[in-house]
């Protein structure tokens, strides 16, 4: 499903050791990937200024860690100096990535525990998905524990939902990719549906079940169409834990979500993907709004 990626790390969010693991990200079906660093431009003086000894230090540095050259996989290092959300846009603009990834702040306030003040700015201006992985797992992980990771990426992702009709945006975007964007490497789907048991009885429960499953299979049959596998799951209970659970024990890889609205970055506004992305250590790819393709 996607081809093309953008890794930007800051050095510290561990995403700098993906580049020395070439070979398993290419088996994720990956063809081209840019890894990209923005250093800090030089202060010192009355005028800022770009900090050449710093972008060649850095690139040295990288370099050195890229160990694969095989003709399958074109990796790229980009190393900027200046404002990193401008810098991203460039180098995505440039190279025309499918997703980027992007990791996390290990600071203290509620969004950038979240997503990383960064991919808040880059989620607002970007078209494409974002996957966002905690630094506190990678940075933890064995080599061979990358090598596995990098191969399995996008191997097995949970769609979780609430209501069928709600995830229809979802649910387009990925029919989008899977038609432009085709992979030679089998992708596997989770769907997830969760109809809250709160305050109802038990004709509306059941009846809500029917419903639903009635609507996930048409949606199984447009995504299958597609040469997607997929696998649907129709359940009852809190749509958050569930979504839990069914991450923690259906070894999936990562968890998909989008917000068919405006607010999922406006963080006054409590949304059920906002818990997802608090509550979850898993990676999550991000599919940011666009409402030119609202349905």
Not at 126 to 155: A, F, G, H, W
Not at 156 to 173: F, H
Not at 230 to 256: F, K, R
Not at 266 to 281: N, P, Y
Request: proline content about 3%; aromatic content about 8%.
């Amino acid at each position: 499903m996607f081809q093309r990626c953008l890794i930007c790390t800051d050095l510290t969010d561990g995403l700098q050791r993906l580049i020395s693991h070439g070979e398993s990200l290419s088996h994720s079906g990956l063809k081209e990937i840019t890894f990209l660093h923005s250093v800090a431009l030089w202060e010192e003086g009355q005028v800022p200024r770009v900090n050449t000894e710093e972008i060649e230090l850095v690139k040295e540095k990288l370099f050195s860690k890229l160990v694969y050259s095989g003709d399958d996989l074109k990796i790229n290092i980009e190393v900027t100096s200046g404002n990193v959300t401008e810098n991203i846009l460039k180098v995505a603009k440039k190279y025309n990535p499918d997703f980027i990834i992007t990791g996390t702040s290990l600071r203290s306030s509620l969004e950038e525990q979240i997503f990383g003040s960064t991919t808040i700015e880059l989620g607002k201006k970007i078209k494409i998905p974002v996957m966002i992985l905690r630094p506190q797992l990678i940075s933890v992980y064995t080599s061979e524990e990358i090598k596995l990771r990098c191969s399995k990426l996008n191997d097995y992702w949970l769609i979780p939902c609430y209501d069928v009709d709600n995830a229809r945006y979802l649910i387009e975007q990925i029919k989008y990719y899977a038609k432009e964007k085709p992979s030679e490497v089998k992708h596997k789907y989770l769907f997830l549906v969760v109809i809250s048991d709160v305050s109802r009885s038990d004709l509306i429960i059941e009846n809500s079940i029917k419903d639903a499953k009635q609507k996930s299979e048409v949606v199984k049959k447009e995504l299958e169409s597609l040469g997607l596998e997929i696998e649907v799951i129709v359940t009852t209970g809190n749509p958050l834990q569930e979504t839990l659970n069914t991450a923690l024990n259906s070894d999936i890889t990562a968890i998909a979500i989008a917000d068919d609205q405006d607010s999922l970055l406006d963080w006054t506004v409590k949304s059920f993907t906002q818990e997802v992305l608090h509550r979850s250590w898993f990676p999550v790819v991000f599919f940011p709004f666009k409402k030119s393709e609202k349905k």
